[in-house]
């Protein structure tokens, strides 16, 4: 018996986001992981590399400890690099490939019913990366004016600036539109996306002990210096932390659709007028109330 495909616009409460979440990442594993693999693939690796080496620059002063120098010797202009801001913008472009790919993914399979292949959404993902890129730097710019004033309008930002991949993608929107969402729903959103982040971080970071372990190990027994292991250990952990932010993406994008389907009740209309026509493409799934 084939799965029901989970309807992605549609209201869900706090707790349906998560079992959503976790049953769409098991049932579209393989299309979904291959996809954000294959495409974003190439940015995650250039992103660990460069971060990686950028680590092995800044961790030197463990090799100054244990060659008995001082570690005094490093100091913030050696740290802030043209190679760190070359970081910066690849870790931008990085974070805008991951969004994209998990936002043209949920949208291919919210209006066909069915699993993008990798052609498809890199179809999609040609279209909409830059553009998405291009929103994320006034994004982090907004972000550090809100840190510059206090912490909680940082929060604020962070909360209400979260869907803006999504509102680009599905709706050629821009942060009025983040604001329009997230307006009468700014709480349940923060709940929402702080405790995917904590599931995240949590997840990656169980990983990230093994990985550190198995570094470590191999640190010991060999004579590779202390700012390479440092280095390799950072490379290897940003892969897998990425890898991981799917499940906060997922999770963001569920909620999304259930701002949407709120805000405009799209889901019902379009499920109303699919009724005694064979263009509904959720007739597999169960209807929930």
């Given amino acids: 018996m084939a799965q029901q495909k989970i309807q992605l616009r549609k209201i869900r409460d706090f707790g349906e986001n998560f079992s959503d979440t976790f049953q769409f990442i098991r049932q579209e594993f393989k299309p979904l992981l291959t996809a954000f693999i294959l495409v974003a693939g190439i940015f995650i690796l250039a992103t660990s590399i460069l971060g990686g080496l950028f680590q092995k620059q800044m961790f030197g002063f463990l090799d100054q400890i244990k060659s008995g120098g001082s570690a005094l010797q490093q100091n913030v202009t050696s740290i802030l690099t043209p190679g760190y801001f070359g970081f910066l913008v690849v870790t931008l472009l990085s974070m805008a490939a991951m969004q994209t790919v998990i936002v043209v993914y949920m949208k291919h399979y919210d209006e066909h019913g ?54 680009i993608v599905n709706e050629n929107g821009s942060f009025s539109r983040c604001l329009d969402l997230i307006k009468d729903n700014f709480w349940i959103s923060f709940a929402t996306y702080l405790v995917a982040y904590i599931i995240y971080s949590f997840s990656s970071s169980i990983v990230g002990i093994i990985i550190g372990a ?70 597999t799934i169960e209807e929930q109330y």
Avoid at 152 to 167: H, I, K, N, R
Avoid at 249 to 278: C, M, P, Q, W
Wanted: charged share 10%; aromatic share 16%.
């Fill in 214 to 283: 198995v570094v470590g190990l191999g640190s010991y027994f060999s004579k590779n210096d202390l700012s390479s292991t440092a280095a390799i250990f950072t490379s290897v952990l940003s892969i897998v932390q990425y890898i991981f932010y799917i499940v906060f993406f997922v999770s963001a994008g569920l909620h999304y659709y259930n701002l949407v389907e709120i805000k405009d009740g799209t889901g019902l209309e379009k499920r109303i007028e699919g009724l005694g026509t064979g263009n509904n493409s959720n007739t």
């Fill in 114 to 167: 069915e699993s993008p292949t990798v052609q498809q959404v890199w179809s999609s993902f040609a279209k909409y990366f830059f553009k998405v890129f291009l929103f994320s730097i006034p994004q982090l710019l907004l972000m550090g004016v809100a840190l510059l004033l206090c912490i909680l309008p940082v929060f604020y930002a962070a909360t209400v600036l979260v869907p803006l991949p999504f509102v």
